[in-house]
């Protein structure tokens, strides 16, 4: 009991501090790559710090949402983040839910921070909320297919069983093709989800390319601080799926100290690869334009599709 | 039925129905309206005399008082109303008919046809002594109606109204030996109330249309 | 009882006699209420006696089975109401000075010589003789269609003549037909025509001889009861006759008209069997029911389409009747009881509407639940009751000849949904445009003294409508079970 | 208020082992007034009930706004009799009357959908409502004729088990007219058009009886028919039909929700979704039943029933907060709304219980619900046949894309009408709702939430309505973890615990508060004005509800064939200022134009046609008896 409280605790922890390492190296990288020193891959903590020291403005058409959607945002993510295997395969409480629950937690988020943008009354706000709405409802059918393609390997859509049995390769019938498919539409997905380039650029700063800038535009302080975590959090959590339903090896299967620890580093190896391959994508694409998403997307949403055949195609 | 040969007998009627018969067809062919309404008297004139013979024949006696009625109502009250109202009318002749007289000569032929192939399987339940007569009834109601439908005016539909009634009857007397004296009582009654009526209604169209062109009559329609 | 049904016969023909001599409206209402009461009890008696089973006769000419019984009830209670109704209506017309005195007499005099005939049609024991009566009827409904002198109800009424007299020398000939097949067993006399007699020897009766005569008979009787395609007198007569009158036609004549086929199907059926009648009046029922559908949607004027109404329910009756089997009877006997209920209440709202606005144009009436609640809400009822909605009696019978067509020709079943679903829909179209929205102004005033009547014709039609549709009383019950027996089948009830 | 009543029956009829029977014979031949009260009957009167109470007390308040103008009595009589008459339906056990109840119920219903008869629109939704329904009775008459003709009798009890069993041809027959005739009162896809004129025509305590309660009689009859009647036995393809209906339903459902800016025409849309999504639980558990995989036929149909009262909790919530906005602002224009957060903080509190219930969102009960439609589909994989098992993941995906979509569908009600600014003076003048409309929704909030956290009270109940029609109980297997979990397929496959979820939600919010405070010490808040780029802000500057849902008309355009008709006129000066431009945009009605528009000209055009068969003319009517009488005469012959 304790010891799987302290489990559920410093998987938290662990993905609150990781999580703005991961913006900064992406950070790194592009600047790298675009032949810049670039700041240090510690500067979002630096950020992250400073914004909660300041004090806030708040817009006088707002109401009580307004201010509360910081912490409930943070508290979903975290609580999707709890559900998620990170360097132990069999999280204690993987009962409370599944992965559509910790999809439907993200929306949950996503769903305040769209009322949020609205609840200031400027137009920025409205447009950034209706623009993550509708990028929200393109991913959504491409996200869930490709869980299903890799649910249908374990015959479960709970991720622990699905990492488990993966990492062990113990009763789970799979095959590389449907995998490959689903991966790479679970890729897509993280990008549009977490609001990166070609679907949205968060290093913008001009308004009308805005998606997700545009939304939490009137934050500022503390609360944009807590958002500003929570999507680092998301992202990470996005990154941590990747790596381990698709490649778990290496992940603790027991509750063994000294596997959980050589866990926690493969982990932060494979999040870090994947952070550098999206710096690298962010620094060789430009951004769509928002209709054009749709055909990025739909791409997921067929190459899911093909998966969920695939899978089945072989199995005959 | 004592003195005459129950074949000549029969034959005699059937002369009668088949003149019935005749006058039928008299008035399709005729244009002018007194001269429908004339011909309509004779052909009841020769209705009440089959109706008479038939009594005779059969000895069925109040099959006369039928005829006797036929005689007053049909041969005289009835012309005399149908007579007063065409004299308020300012025409006296059909000019122009749905159907013209030849095609509706021929039509009425196949009427004809038509009657005696309809009830050839019942003739044979007929009295030997008026055999035919059932068909020719059929015939001369059929023909009535289509009389009705061929006209315009409203007096010569009326007229081929009664042509119908003058063959029901030839079908009730002739056909069935008469029904019950009550009932031809009734039928002769409402015949009598019809015609009154149906006169009471030419006068009114007369005066509300000036005219008892009955296909003019087209404000109610859908 | 014999005593009751003479005075059931002779009320109306003495109150319409008298009515000529009767000075004032007052003493006329007097009389014509108190005439409306002898009728009631008159029709009480004989229908509870019969009821208990008993077959009553007087001499050879009037005798009331179970049949003529259930005719009584529905003339005698609607005759009633009708009464109620017309004192009220003639009266503000009087009022008006739009009728006359001496005209508003003869009105009430025609229309008890009509329920006289119509009364008298039901209970005579004698094929001729009810063809008398009906004729009887056709003669005085012909003056009263045509009583408002307009060029419209002229014209009505010259159709209604011509077409009902033929349809009506059609029947007698049929009639003949029958005495002509019926003679050679029964001999040349006043037996051969009796409705016992025939029920008696219908089975050695000829065959051939007896389906022409059916077709004759169903032909002529049918133009009387505005069965397609001889219909077509019927919405002008509706149209242009005094409301009352209108109300009488569409609840009684219609019945009337479908009693006397009824009374010739149930012997040619003894004689030749069902399957010869039924598909006929399935065709011919089913015809009428598209046409009227159809052309209720194309109607202006809405006593026209209450009229086209009718057409329709006389065709469902008919489909009843064509499927046959105990519960197709026993719907369609349903369906012509609370038929004769709900169009009656139908046109008394419509009468009264046409009393407040002056016009009988759809698109001109609106708002009436708001402006004349009592007048609007029954027509709404009325309306619903006839689109076969519960819980009115029309959805049961509808539902129950449904039932047993599909039990024998399923297709029959689903066309007359259809077109029972078409039906509702167009009918419910002109009625809901006029009974809501906002009323229009033009509103002309009635006395209360009118009020009072046409009130009272209209809520005991209401309740009669209500409860007839939910429950039917033990009397009723004992009616529709020999009438059933007459067509060869038994319906069990509950 | 009987129908306070009405939850102890309900909960009694759960509780209760065999089922309660009362029949009284009528006196009218094939009619019984019979009542049978069983597990299923019994879920029905329970989701009426407790929906009939919370409205009705929310009706206290609400008549208030028909004072004057209509008579309450009428309307209060009315509104009686619908709740009567959709407890008689779920509990009739006689086909004969079921339909009398049935009819009566559209009837009622629609004399209140046309309350207020005076608008011309109310009169058209009245009269279209009151046609479809009747016509889909007609499809309901078909169907229970063929189990009449097989069973000799109209009782349910007859029904269940006809004296020689249906020929499968005949099955179909009743499968294909009950889903049309039922589908129709449901308002599924392409029946449904008749649903967003007639909900948001009624009064709106009213609207929320119909879309919450009325339509689930619809799927109490399938339910009753397909499972109970027909004994559960079926080709897959019925399943797949239904599922497929649903999954359609529920996309165009929410997609067409989305361009309604009527709050109330957009959630009647909600109901044509939402009812997609309990078909597509259902269909799936009839695929499965089909395949003989009991419990997860079981679980599909758990699934839908489940749904079913969460959608009547918060579809009724939702349509009595509409109501509060209506009584509040006298519009239903979204537009026209915002920023009543501030002046109706109770109502705005609700319809967000209810907008996250709807949307899905954990722990809401509509989240239970959808996972367990989605576990259902999901668990397909388990079916031998390759086709089927190939759609289901797509149904799920359709259900997925169906799920944000009404996520983004009240993200902008209730963004729009509750946040931001006034967009009107009617917004501005909006007063707080009386108390006895705030208790009736409190009330629904409640249940709503008490659904979402304790589905280990609920699961067992609806499983005690499912166990008898399947043959299973799944009600032990799917509570885990001492019953704080739901888990479809034993140990090892998925689960959630909405409770546990909740439960670390609640947690973590002040956690992070703490976090915050810790690191950041005190708060310190300053006002001011939104930025504006510099000017300052109007409502008018606003983003609108059209401007919100524009990407996704964009994107789904195939489906929305959207109108748009822009027309400016600029300054005489110049050709670049505009003196007043005006902008107006469309979606194209697709079912109406291409599906019931013909129907009804074609109508028209023959009755056009026939008039010449009534021309008046008399010879032409004698003509027509004549060659009647010839034709009869040479058939008779």
Known sequence: ????????????????????????????????????????????????????????????????????????????????????????????????????????????????????????????????SSREAIVASLTEPAMILSIFAVGLTAGSTNLSTIVHKTALLQDIVTDPPPHLMAFVALFIVTLAETGRVPVDNPATHLELTMIHEAMVLEYSGRYLALVEWASALKLLLFLTLLSNIFAPWGIATEAEPSWMALGVLVWLAKVSGLAVVIGVIESMFAKLRLFRVTDLLGVAFILSLLAVVFFYILRV | MGAIHPDIASQMVDLCAALLLLTCFAIIAQRRLSACVDLFALQSAFLAVTAALVAFLTGIHHIYIAALLTVIIKVIVIPRILKKVIE????????????????????????????????????????????????????????????????????????????????????????AYGMPLIVELGVFFDVLVAGLIIGIFTHRLQDTFDSVDTSKLTELKE | MGLALIVLIAAPLVAGLSSLGVRTRRSMEGLQCAHAVVLLAAMSVVVMNVAEGSVITVGILLRADALSAFMDLMLAFVGATGLLYALGYMGEEVIRGHVLHRRYKRFFCLFNLYLFAMLLAANVDNIAMMWIAIEGSTLSAALLIGFEKTKAALEAGWKYIILSFVGIALALFGTVL??????????????????????????????????????????????????????????????????????????????????????????????????????????????????????????????????????????????GFGVGGPIGIFGGLFHMLNHALAKSTAFYAAGMVLLRRGHKAIERVTGLVRQMPLVGGSMMLATLALAGMPPFGLFVSEVLIATEAYGQRPWVAYVFLCLLAVAFATLLYQVSRMAMGEPVEEDIPVTDRTR??????????????????????????????????????????? | MGAVGGVVVGAMGLAAESPYVFSLPSTLPLLRYAIRLDPLSAFFVLVISLVGVAVSVFALGYVREFYGRHSIGALGALYNAFLLSMTLVVLADDGFFFLVVWEIMSLVSYFLVVTEHEKAEVRYAGFFYLIMTHVGTAFVIVAYLVFYQQAGSFSFEAFRNPSEPLPQGLRSVVFVASLIGFGTKAGIVPLHVWLPYAHPAAPSHVSALMSGVMIKTAIYGMVRVYFDFLGGEFPWWWGFVILTVGAVSALLGVMYALMEHDLKSLLAYHSVENIGIILMGIGAGMIFQSYGLTQLAALGLLAGLYHTINHAMFKGLLFLGAGSLLYATHTRNMEEYGGLIRKMPWTAFFFLVGAVSIAALPPSNGFVSEWLTFQSLFLSFQIPDLLVKMMLPIGAAMLALTGVLALACFAKAFGISFLAMPRSAHAR??????????????????????????????????????????????????????????????????????????????????????????????????????????????????????????PIKQVFSTIYRPTVKLETDLLEESRYFAKRMHFETHIEPVFQKYLYDPVVRSLNAVADRLRVVQTGSLQLYLSYIFVTLLILLLWVR
């Open chain 3, 178 to 319: 029958v005495y002509y097949a019926s003679e050679h067993v029964l001999g040349v006399s006043m037996e051969a025509l009796r409705w016992e007699e025939l029920y008696r020897v219908a089975s050695d009766l000829n065959p051939t001889a007896l389906k022409l005569a059916f077709v004759f008979v169903l032909i002529g009787y049918g133009t009387k009861a505005g069965v397609a395609p001889m219909h077509t007198w019927l919405p002008d007569a509706h149209g242009e006759a005094p409301t009352p009158v209108s109300a009488m036609l569409s609840g009684l004549m219609l019945n009337l008209a479908l009693y006397a086929v009824l009374r010739f199907k149930s012997i040619v059926d003894r004689t030749v069997g069902v399957d010869f009648t039924g598909p006929i009046l399935l065709v011919l029922g089913l015809l009428s029911i598209t046409i009227a559908a159809i052309f209720l949607l194309v109607q202006r004027d809405y006593k026209r389409l209450f009229a086209y109404s009718s057409i329709e329910h006389v065709g469902i009756a008919l489909v």
């Open chain 2, 88 to 175: 308020r009318l300012n025409v006296t002749r059909e000019l122009v008919l749905n159907v013209n007289i030849p095609p509706s000569l021929l039509i009425c032929g196949a009427l004809v046809i038509l009657a005696f192939y309809i009830t050839q399987p019942i003739i044979s339940l007929g009295f030997l002594l008026t055999k035919d007569s059932l068909a020719i009834a059929l015939a001369i109601v059929l023909i009535g109606f289509f009389t009705m439908i061929a006209r315009k005016k409203a007096v010569t539909q009326v007229v081929g109204f009664l042509v119908m009634e003058n063959g029901l009857f030839l079908g009730a007397t002739a056909a």
């Open chain 4, 429 to 550: 003048n909006a007063r707080e709702v009386p108390p006895a409309m705030r208790v009736g929704m409190a009330g629904l909030a409640i249940i709503c939430v008490l659904l979402g956290v304790a589905p280990m009270v609920v699961v067992p109940a609806i499983d005690r309505v499912t166990a008898p029609l399947i043959g299973v109980s799944i009600a032990d297997k799917v509570l885990a973890e001492g019953g704080l979990a739901l888990m479809p397929m034993g140990v090892g496959s998925a689960s959630i615990s909405t409770s546990v979820l909740g439960i670390l939600l609640t947690l973590l919010v002040p956690v992070a508060w703490l976090m915050a405070v810790v690191i950041g010490g005190k708060l310190r808040k300053r006002f001011y004005r939104t930025w504006g780029c510099g000017i300052t802000l109007k409502p008018r500057m606003e983003y609108t509800a059209t401007g919100f849902a524009q």
């Open chain 1, 1 to 128: 009991m304790i010891e799987s409280a302290l489990i559920i605790l410093s998987q938290a922890v662990a993905a609150l501090l990781v999580s703005p390492f991961i913006v900064g190296l992406i950070r790194k990288v592009k600047a790298r790559l675009q032949c810049r020193r670039g700041a240090g891959v510690l500067q979002p903590y630096y950020d992250l710090l400073k914004l909660f020291r300041k004090d806030v403005v708040v817009s006088t058409n707002t109401s009580w949402i307004f201010t509360a959607t910081p912490y409930i945002l943070f508290a979903s993510t975290l609580t999707a983040s709890l559900l998620v295997p990170i360097f132990l395969s069999k999280v204690p409480i993987n009962f409370a839910g599944d992965v559509i629950a910790v999809v439907y937690l993200l929306a949950l988020g996503t769903f305040f921070l769209i009322l949020a943008g609205l609840d200031a009354g400027s137009a920025f706000g409205g447009m950034g």
């Open chain 3, 452 to 494: 009072r009547f046409t009130t009272s014709a209209l809520v005991a039609n209401l309740a009669a409508m209500g409860y007839a549709g939910t429950h039917m009383p033990g009397f009723l019950r004992d009616l529709f079970i020999p009438m059933t027996r007459f067509f060869g089948v038994i319906v069990e009830i509950p």
